[in-house]
């Protein structure tokens, strides 16, 4: 869990921290500018055309972020009648949040591994507990999100691959999407063996073996 590392390793702690704004920021962000530019005045109009990352923390994702080790910024709303491309323009503005976590551990591991080679970073060095964090926590942010359980990204894209005839699944998932999500988090994290652990923590470690 994050908060433990606030006693254990404090400099880990705020630079998870730090890291995990930055990332739900310019993921929500991301969100609100893809709708923006298919036409949707909504994110605009609420104000989610911003990298104030109050406009865009949820409460409860960011306690889960800290206490379970994964979750989720609040949900940029859009209206699917502005966009231009009625089935591709939502999974568009669905993939545009993973797509800027991406971006972001593409942009700080590159650059991690570029002051490993010029022997200016090194795995005692804070520049490398922060850098370090910021790929592990947009990771962590856009595979969580890819999920395909509202209200995370990966439903947005699960919604716009489905035929029109499973509009009724759309509605219950729609409906149970939440209450299933947190289910599913709790379930994992008093399991024994914790899948999405596994799963994050795997992949972590080959995208550091890239890097350095």
Same mark, same amino acid.
């Given at each position: 869990?994050?908060?433990?590392?606030?006693?254990?390793?404090?400099?880990?702690? +705020?630079?998870?921290?730090?890291?995990?704004?930055? @990332?739900?920021?310019?993921?929500?962000?991301?969100?609100?500018?893809?709708?923006?530019?298919?036409?949707?005045? %909504?994110? #605009?109009?609420?104000?989610?055309?911003?990298?104030?990352?109050? *406009?865009?923390?949820?409460?409860?994702?960011?306690?889960?972020?800290?206490?379970?080790?994964?979750?989720?910024? *609040?949900?940029?709303? +859009?209206?699917? *009648?502005?966009?231009?491309?009625?089935?591709? #323009?939502?999974?568009?503005?669905?993939?545009?949040?993973?797509?800027?976590?991406?971006?972001?551990?593409?942009?700080?591991?590159?650059?991690?591994?570029?002051? +490993?080679?010029? @022997?200016?970073?090194?795995?005692?060095?804070?520049?490398?507990? !922060?850098?370090?964090?910021?790929?592990?926590?947009?990771?962590?942010?856009?595979?969580?999100?890819?999920?395909?359980?509202?209200?995370?990204?990966?439903?947005?894209?699960?919604?716009?691959?489905?035929?029109?005839?499973?509009? @009724?699944?759309?509605?219950?998932?729609?409906? *149970?999407?939440?209450?299933?999500?947190? @289910?599913?988090?709790?379930?994992?994290?008093?399991?024994?063996?914790?899948?999405?652990?596994?799963?994050? %923590?795997?992949?972590?470690?080959? %995208?550091?073996? !890239?890097?350095?």
């Amino acid at each position: 869990m994050l908060f433990s590392l606030l006693f254990s390793n404090p400099l880990q702690f +705020f630079a998870s921290v730090i890291a995990l704004i930055a @990332g739900i920021t310019v993921h929500e962000f991301s969100h609100a500018l893809a709708a923006h530019v298919q036409g949707d005045p %909504t994110p #605009g109009l609420q104000g989610r055309l911003s990298l104030n990352p109050l *406009r865009h923390l949820d409460p409860f994702g960011t306690l889960f972020l800290l206490f379970a080790g994964f979750g989720w910024g *609040r949900p940029v709303q +859009f209206d699917p *009648r502005y966009l231009k491309n009625k089935r591709l #323009g939502p999974l568009i503005v669905g993939l545009a949040g993973p797509a800027a976590n991406l971006a972001m551990i593409l942009l700080f591991g590159g650059l991690m591994s570029l002051l +490993f080679a010029t @022997g200016v970073l090194s795995l005692d060095n804070g520049l490398f507990v !922060i850098l370090s964090a910021l790929v592990l926590m947009n990771l962590v942010l856009m595979i969580f999100n890819l999920i395909p359980i509202p209200p995370l990204d990966g439903s947005k894209v699960l919604f716009a691959l489905l035929p029109p005839s499973a509009n @009724g699944l759309v509605s219950w998932l729609e409906q *149970r999407g939440p209450m299933l999500l947190i @289910g599913l988090i709790l379930l994992d994290a008093l399991s024994p063996v914790s899948i999405l652990g596994r799963v994050f %923590t795997a992949l972590a470690n080959v %995208t550091f073996q !890239i890097f350095l």
